[in-house]
């Protein structure tokens, strides 16, 4: 009879390893067709949905971009696969909204021409903003991320007519130190250049209005050509020249004026968990070994009580240890 | 009596275990040798199958070493099980020794073959790359160790060394007394298949005490990754330097209480539970 019930307890033992290892081997068999994924396009790419909200393509002014602040890019769905509406492919992309503003994305896709995607207030920011300008933010800049902010006010008062407007060659005016004048929209991601200054030696302050220019002043992609030719100059008065000059000084690599925190990695103080750690073996497992190598000793039932004091030196042994680490790192 | 069972637990041992260390011994020697094939086969023209057999002789070498390994280990604790709980059991109690100094015996002679298999793996891993060539740079990159070393900074990594060989030392202790331990509880509650209850015990403790100690693991490294930058950018150097030896011995204390309370877990059984009839 023993016999038969050591024959049971066995096959239940071994019979829970193998539902145990079976269990274990059930990630590996998890099949790769089915990404759980909510952004989907239809085929002819103007209509963007993530499962909840619908985006539609936004035409941008050929002179504005989607070049955002580097720090206000943010990227919502990394490397993500694309449904084709009601097809079977998928196709790998790239999904970009402003830390600022997801009423506005940018995709950037294998098969699909890079654009802008918007939602119905998203369309209406966007369309108020390339009307009127307002609720945008102005940055003097130079190259891409180094950037200062100037008030509106002085953005504004650089678009008035002045009444000394000369003639430049462009080859001059490449030789000068030179900031853009660069409008963002409210999300901080579509830009839009207003103009270019550039610092006389003399200490003059000249504003190239592109609304001034014609196309002969730009180049294929758009932007202003020092090729050959002139240009109309503004010069600025002493004041405004003096904002701006200020203003130039405190260019720096752009940092964002907000905390972003992405939901993947957000931040964890592990010093709590780290000092439970530290107590739970520094002072609990031993404590325990001491009170046991103290008090066993003294039942009947649990034999060498000199065994017990060996446990209970080694105990106290081990907190002593542990106290001098802590106190070290405290 | 201690030295005396400890004689005949090692003598018992030596006699098999001699051949299983000198075919290693031989094993490394004819390793090296299809090493130095392969390592010189860019420089000399080896026919292919001289090549394709000295890489296959690497191979059985290693798995000769891990069948040493094994085979070393498994003489110890099949040792350990016939003398105390099958029939020559009724003999070994009857020995004018206490059952403490039996265990005694049997562990330190478990650990002293598992040190000294360590050490003969260890002896043939370097005879196996001194006959391939592979060590001729270890002069100098000891002499880079060392150069420039005060009395002070040798004396801080002996001190380190020894703590790490106490440590080494302790857990082959509690890895002895785990094997000794799943072999009494196997004898303690089967009546037959004694082996075959242990080797399930020893499989389903190992694998609780390995998701205990990874599910541990995981928090510690989380924690200690997370939080340990902060800490000892905080330290200074003397601080650092009480830190390591101070982290050594608490690390030696807890496995040698662990391998204590392992072992007495163990005689417990054999004192008073224990039942050969």
Known sequence: ?????????????????????????????????????????????????????????????????????????????????????????????????????????????????????????????????FETRENGSYRLARGAYYTAPIDTETALSLGQEFSEITETDVTQLALLER??????????????????????????????????LNNSHFDAEGNFSYRSGTAPVILLPSNIADTLRASAEQIEYCEPDYEYEAPATPFINFLPLFWTICIIIGYILPLILLLLGLFLPRSKKRGNPKRWYVIAVLAAIWIVLATALILILL | MLRKLLKYDMRAIWRIWWLLGLSAMGLSVVGGLALRILNNSGEQAFPA?????????????????????????????????????????????????????????????????????????????IIMLAISGSLADFPTFLKFFFDGADVFSLLYILLLAVEGIIILL????????????????????AKKYKLLAA?????????????????????????????IEPLFSALSETEIMFFIPLLLALIAVIVTSVALLIHYLILGKLERRLNLA
């Not at chain 2, 059952?99 to 298999?117: D, Q, Y």
Request: net charge negative.
């Open chain 1, 1 to 129: 009879m023993k016999k038969t019930v050591f024959y049971r307890v066995l096959l239940l033992a071994v019979s829970i390893l193998l539902a145990w290892n079976a269990f274990l081997l059930i990630p590996s068999a998890e099949s790769p067709d089915a990404p759980l994924l909510d952004w989907s396009i239809t085929p002819n790419g103007l209509t963007l949905s993530d499962g909840t909200r619908t985006f539609s393509r936004y035409t941008l002014p050929t002179d504005a971009k989607w070049e955002p602040i580097l720090s206000y890019y943010v990227f919502d769905a990394g490397d993500t696969e694309l449904h084709i509406k009601g097809t079977e492919s998928y196709q790998s992309a790239r999904i970009a909204s402003p830390a600022r503003d997801s009423e506005i994305i940018f995709l950037q896709a294998t098969y699909i021409e890079a654009g802008i995607y918007v939602t119905e207030d998203g369309k209406t920011a966007l369309d108020h903003f």
């Open chain 2, 170 to 189: 302790a857990g082959s202790w509690v890895s002895v007394g785990l094997v000794h331990f799943c072999i009494t509880i196997g004898a303690v509650l």
């Open chain 2, 49 to 125: 199958i001289l090549e394709v057999f000295a890489g296959l002789a690497v191979f059985a070498c290693i798995m000769g070493f891990v069948a040493f390994f094994i085979g070393s280990e498994l003489l110890v604790y099949y040792r350990f099980y016939k003398n105390l709980f099958t029939d020559e059991g009724y003999l070994t109690f009857t020995l004018p020794a206490s059952r403490a100094k039996i265990l005694a015996s049997k562990t330190l002679n478990a650990c002293l073959w598992l040190v000294l298999s360590v050490l003969t793996l260890g002896a043939c891993l």
């Open chain 2, 199 to 227: 080797i399930g015990i020893y499989y389903l403790l190992n694998m609780v005490l390995s998701f205990v100690l990874q599910a541990f693991m995981i928090l510690g490294v989380f924690a200690t990754a997370g939080a």
């Open chain 1, 179 to 212: 900031f853009s004048l660069v409008v963002y929209d409210k999300s901080g991601a579509i830009q839009w250049k207003l103009g270019d200054l550039y610092c006389f030696e003399n200490g003059a302050v000249g504003y190239v209005d592109y609304k001034m």
